[in-house]
């Protein structure tokens, strides 16, 4: 008679360093899976123990006794169900991502990471040594499974190994980064696997935000045929049950999210443990009554509750009575705090200040920027009295091409919409509307502008963004040359302009905020290029 088998998923958000509160989390989750799911196993994510990513947090000189005792912890805490567990191990020859299996106070079985990811925003040959050790296979009440860690199902060889080794399933434990498009992506990775070894898979993610990386969750279970088994929910953390019997996994599937969805609740999450993590009280944000400033509005409303969200409203000579109504109306709608600060007064003191040096020169951008860090200085100052971290309201396109103040609008803690193209955040915006209308339609169809002079439009300063943002995307994210992106159909002048521009806003960049990933490839630690180089044609 086959035995069936029950398998637990532990979702888990984890803070990168807190090992007693990670540790917590693992043995509550144990306890559930084995006391209300009657689980004979619970898989917890890659590096549970200690987080992910830790970066040079490895290096610190009493973090291989804090991982022993975190992991003695666990051992003699849970009994009557397997718990997979992984952490950094310490090895006299180096430092493994490793994953060990315990059973009633016992090690039942180990597993090295072999496939270090070293590329986009990972960094994993920094401090890991590769496993050469074959994939681990162990026994669970008469059946053979098999154990790995993350990028080992992005290459064949590990899931070989198991199948070799005679294991009936693999189980792989992750901490794998959310994008657009991921989850799909790993879809399709797993059933390849699958097809290729003839095992099921069983793949465990973590949720949630650490720093400029979030975490969807999203765990799935794929059958040898490539069929969905399981899907866990998209940033929810949870402990999850399916079942293996007759060789094959089944459980429930969560819904898939759209595309818009998928990216709202990834800056949500991002903004909310960001915040919550770092021990800010609330967040404070420039309310212009624009579209990135109303998107962040709702994302830090939905993320933290209203009652933790300051919207200022920071009106100057150039700004419209619309803009102001518009920016009181949706703090309405959302029922945060608001509060008016005009800039006139520091605006035309910095004027007359400047005058004797700026005589005989006309205006230009910079009077235009006296405006933007008028108001990044009003926001700190109430940040440094009041607690409450600034969101800067800049977008990926922004960011992209240095249509942002450096100590103006750039000033803040945190950029949830770094990473976000202005097309998203239109498309963001009319999503979340749709769930109940927080932004005024006016917001969504106004030509998007900052104001900063009489009649002006980013129009006038850049290209259209449904023209800029493909430029961008086949630049950034693709690393095409200018040559291959005129071949897509834009015009010659317009693609070298806006490299042009992306290539010397480098230092702009390298001064902004941390915020989200979620495309392809982010500014940061994913896009790695000197400010100070020369690849016009490159």
Request: charged share 25%.
């Amino acid at each position: 008679m086959t035995t069936r088998l029950t398998f637990a998923i532990a979702q888990l958000n984890l803070w990168v360093g807190d090992i007693d509160g990670n540790v917590g989390k693992i043995i509550e989750a144990a306890r559930r899976a084995r006391d209300e799911l009657g689980a004979d196993l619970l898989l917890t994510p890659e590096l549970s123990l200690l987080g992910y990513p830790p970066d040079d947090l490895l290096l610190r000189g009493a973090l291989p006794q804090a991982v022993a005792a975190g992991l003695r912890k666990i051992s003699e805490a849970v009994q009557g169900i397997h718990v997979v567990v992984g952490y950094p191990e310490f090895a006299d020859e180096g430092l493994y991502n490793a994953a060990v299996v315990f059973r009633d106070g016992q090690q039942i079985a180990q597993s090295r990471k072999q496939l270090l990811p070293n590329y986009g925003v990972f960094d994993e040959k920094r401090h890991f040594l590769a496993g050469t050790r074959a994939t681990s296979v162990f026994e669970l009440r008469g059946h053979r499974v098999g154990l790995c860690i993350c990028e080992d199902v992005w290459g064949p060889n590990p899931a070989a190994a198991a199948k070799a080794a005679g294991a009936e399933l693999l189980l792989n434990i992750n901490a794998s980064p959310f994008n657009l498009g991921k989850p799909e992506q790993r879809l399709e990775i797993l059933r390849a696997r699958t097809q290729e070894s003839a095992l099921p898979i069983i793949y465990a993610n973590c949720v949630g935000g650490q720093d400029d990386l979030v975490f969807d969750g999203g765990s799935v279970a794929v059958n040898v045929d490539g069929a969905l088994a399981f899907r866990a929910p998209l940033f929810e953390e949870g402990v999850y049950a399916l079942q293996f019997e007759h060789g094959s996994l089944r459980g429930d599937c969560a819904e898939e999210l759209p595309r818009a969805a998928q990216a709202y609740r990834a800056l949500v999450q991002a903004t909310r443990d960001y915040v919550d993590r770092n021990g800010f009280p609330g967040v404070l944000l420039g309310l212009s009554g624009g579209i990135d400033s109303a998107l962040i509005a709702a994302i830090a409303a939905d993320a933290l509750g209203p009652e933790r969200v300051w919207g200022v409203s920071m009106p100057s000579r150039y700004t419209l009575d619309m803009s102001n109504e518009d920016a009181r109306i949706e703090a309405e709608r959302l029922g945060i705090r608001y509060s008016t600060l005009p800039i006139e007064a520091p605006f035309k003191a910095m004027l007359e200040t400047l005058a004797p040096s700026f005589e005989g020169k006309p205006l230009d951008v910079t009077e235009e920027n006296l405006q933007s860090r008028c108001r990044g200085m009003l926001l700190m100052a109430l940040s440094n009295k009041f607690g409450p971290v600034v969101l800067t309201t800049g977008n990926k396109s922004e960011m992209a091409v240095g249509y942002a103040t450096l100590y103006g609008d750039m000033c803040g803690g945190f950029a949830p919409l770094k990473d976000v193209y202005k097309t998203l955040v239109y498309e963001l915006a009319q999503w979340r509307n749709q769930q109940s209308e927080v932004i005024p339609p006016r917001v969504l169809t106004r030509p998007p502008t900052a104001e900063l002079r009489p009649d002006q439009k980013d129009s006038d300063s850049l290209p259209p963004y449904d023209v800029l943002d493909p430029i961008l995307e086949a630049y950034v994210e693709d690393s095409r040359s200018i040559a291959q992106i005129v071949a897509l159909g834009f015009e010659d002048a317009t693609v070298a302009r806006v490299a042009g521009l992306v290539r010397r806003s480098e230092y702009k960049r390298r001064q902004a905020p941390p915020g989200p990933k979620i495309t392809r490839r982010a500014f940061g630690r994913e896009r790695r290029y000197p400010i100070t180089a020369v690849y016009r044609d490159l």
